[in-house]
């Protein structure tokens, strides 16, 4: 199956965007034709930890399309897949999350999110893949793929993330608190975030930023 890369962008302190700005780098993202639709929100229990592309609930609900409602939970592992007390990404992530809503037209995302528990649970809007027809996103990432999914997290608590890891590794090493943020997973390309998405999260985020990467 290959690495896969799931790179992160994060304001330098963590933060709750406020809900209105928050929508608008959703937006952004999807109006400057990086990030193809549809788009779909989700609320619940999240783990910014969780392998985007195959091990989320995220990465579940972008290749099963579950109906609007459909309630997601993390798949139970074999035994022999590592100790339990390993933190994700090394570890088991544990999540519970409601799919939404979901759409192509990116005026609605605003009303959906404010229609979510924003600020009381995890909140994630996915677009189903970057979009390759910018060139930016083509040079950057090489090869056209659909299985390169983008989310936006607005966390109800800071959780922590590894700015450099192996999830195939032993866990440890310097992480960053994020309570918002931008990743995105891809197999192919620069081993770094995209400079084009960068930019919009820079508009919204500030420009203080910290980036990492897990791969594995």
């Given at each position: 199956?290959?690495?896969?890369?799931?790179?992160?962008?994060?304001?330098?302190?963590?933060?709750?965007?406020?809900?209105?700005?928050?929508?608008?780098?959703?937006?952004?993202?999807?109006?400057e034709q990086l990030v193809r639709t549809p788009w779909a929100v989700f609320a619940g229990t999240l783990c910014v930890n969780?392998?985007?592309?195959?091990?989320?609930?995220?990465?579940?609900?972008?290749?099963?399309?579950?109906?609007?409602?459909?309630?997601?939970?993390?798949?139970?592992?074999?035994?022999?897949?590592?100790?339990?007390?390993?933190?994700?990404?090394?570890?088991?992530?544990?999540?519970?999350?409601?799919?939404?809503?979901r759409g192509e037209t990116l005026d609605d995302v605003l009303p959906a999110l404010r229609d979510a528990p924003y600020a009381?649970?995890?909140?994630?809007?996915?677009?189903?893949?970057?979009?390759?027809?910018?060139?930016?996103?083509?040079?950057?990432?090489?090869?056209?793929?659909?299985?390169?999914?983008?989310?936006?997290?607005?966390?109800?608590?800071?959780?922590?993330?590894?700015?450099?890891?192996?999830?195939?590794?032993?866990?440890?090493?310097?992480?960053?608190?994020?309570?918002?943020?931008?990743?995105?997973?891809?197999?192919?390309?620069?081993?770094?975030?995209?400079?084009?998405?960068?930019?919009?999260?820079?508009?919204?985020?500030?420009?203080?930023?910290?980036?990492?990467?897990?791969?594995?």
């Open positions: 199956m290959g690495i896969w890369v799931d790179t992160f962008i994060a304001p330098a302190t963590p933060a709750l965007l406020p809900l209105e700005e928050f929508g608008q780098l959703v937006v952004d993202l999807g109006r969780a392998g985007l592309g195959w091990d989320s609930v995220l990465g579940r609900a972008r290749f099963e399309s579950p109906a609007i409602g459909t309630e997601l939970v993390s798949e139970e592992r074999p035994a022999d897949d590592g100790p339990d007390s390993e933190p994700p990404p090394w570890g088991v992530s544990v999540e519970r999350a409601v799919l939404l809503a009381q649970q995890d909140i994630a809007v996915t677009f189903r893949c970057l979009d390759f027809t910018n060139s930016a996103i083509l040079d950057h990432y090489w090869y056209e793929d659909e299985r390169t999914v983008l989310a936006c997290f607005a966390l109800a608590t800071p959780q922590h993330r590894p700015l450099e890891a192996n999830t195939l590794g032993r866990s440890g090493g310097p992480t960053h608190p994020v309570q918002t943020c931008v990743v995105n997973t891809f197999k192919h390309g620069e081993g770094t975030p995209c400079p084009a998405i960068e930019t919009v999260a820079a508009r919204h985020f500030g420009s203080a930023l910290v980036t990492g990467e897990t791969w594995g």
